[in-house]
């Protein structure tokens, strides 16, 4: 989303009501406020501590949350992540696969407490909330219900006005503006990769595979025996699709950026084939024009990410003309951008 577009959609907004545009990740949970032009993250981890063990006072210059009763302490956010590798441990995840964990019994009370904190305070304020959800999986038999109804009634009970929104068609809202709001819209999350296809708004279809981010790091750590946390910060440190990964000169991290490599070409190459089987499938549309495709989300990042998505595709024949594939202005944040612009148009 261009800043002159959020600046207008954000202008023609009455003073007395506050917007929020809330992407729920598997990986990160982003907050973008109407009334700042900051974007608040926090990386969706924890780590379950024993209040009776550990002191508050301890825990000065970590981001930490705490029970509404006091009987249980979590780190969350990037110092969980830090703490987990620095000691070799899983660190704990409120959300599997784009979803709630079935795995993690804190996980809801997690999610709220943490939404809580990084939303900050609406009390008293004419409040309106789009949280991004995912499209039903076309790989895995997984309801979104009970996924989608939990963040309802988080941000029912910090007392918001909230509407639920395809995660993808986010990404159409944020960067298709010039395009009338026609194209493809791809979030490589962790937990999953969403995809929109619009036409002039219209949202001719949405759906979601199984595989992204944190299907690329568990079977690189299972190929290398590894615990998946340390693959990703490995990734998110070092990984560059532009480069061999014979030049690292670290012989583990040689073998864990190699194969990453392989599992983001398996990715793309999925995901690929998907989008053209479900458009031939299910989009009714006759689409003329040619439209983009935008690519977002935290498993985008890498270098070289997107010529190697421009080279896949190369190799296939399309369904629809492609005007360009490019990257959105803000890969992490456009998500919550895009959920912001479409929380002030719906309430103006």
């Known amino acids: ?28 949970i982003i907050c973008a406020r109407s009334d700042s ?7 969706n981890v924890f780590l379950k501590l024993d209040p009776e063990e550990v002191s508050i006072s301890e825990l000065s210059d970590i981001s930490y949350i705490q029970s509404e009763d006091d009987n249980e302490l979590f780190i969350i956010g990037e110092d969980a992540f830090r703490f987990s590798n620095i000691f070799g441990q899983t660190v704990s995840r409120p959300m599997e696969s784009g979803l709630i964990s079935s795995k993690e019994i804190d996980a809801a009370e997690v999610l709220s407490l943490m939404i809580t904190n990084l939303i900050g305070d609406v009390k008293n304020k004419d409040t309106y909330v789009s949280y991004s959800i995912p499209a ?25 006005n909230y509407t639920s929104v395809n995660e993808a068609m986010a990404i159409i ?22 995809i929109s296809i619009s036409y002039k708004g219209i949202q001719a279809a949405v759906f979601s595979t199984s595989r992204s981010g944190d299907w690329i ?9 590894m615990v998946p946390n340390r693959v990703t910060s490995i990734k998110e440190k070092n990984l560059d699709l532009t480069t061999s990964f014979m030049k690292e000169k670290n012989k583990k991290k040689r073998r864990v950026l190699e194969a990453l490599e392989y599992y983001y070409g398996a990715l793309i190459d999925y995901t690929v084939k998907k989008i053209i089987h479900e458009f031939d499938d299910r989009v009714d549309l006759e689409i003329d024009d040619e439209i983009p495709i935008v690519i977002a989300g935290g498993t985008s990042i890498p270098k070289g990410f997107l010529d190697l998505f421009k080279s896949t595709v190369g190799k ?32 103006k």
């Open 1 to 28: 989303m261009s800043e002159e577009v959020k600046e207008n959609t954000t202008n023609e907004l009455r003073k007395d009501k506050l917007c929020i545009g809330l992407d729920v990740g598997t990986m990160n």
């Open 37 to 43: 032009s900051d974007v608040n993250l926090s990386r």
């Open 136 to 160: 039903e999986s076309i790989d895995e038999n997984k309801s979104v219900t009970y996924h989608e109804k939990v963040f309802g009634r988080i941000l029912d009970q910090i007392g918001a």
């Open 173 to 194: 809202y944020s960067e298709c503006a010039n395009e009338n709001f026609s194209g493809i819209g791809i979030s490589f999350g962790a937990g999953m990769t969403n």
């Open 217 to 225: 790091d568990k079977n690189v750590a299972d190929s290398l025996n």
């Open 316 to 347: 296939y024949d399309l369904p629809f003309e492609v005007s360009e594939i490019r990257r959105a202005k803000e890969p992490l944040l456009c998500v919550a951008n895009g959920l912001l612009v479409k929380t002030i148009s719906d309430i």
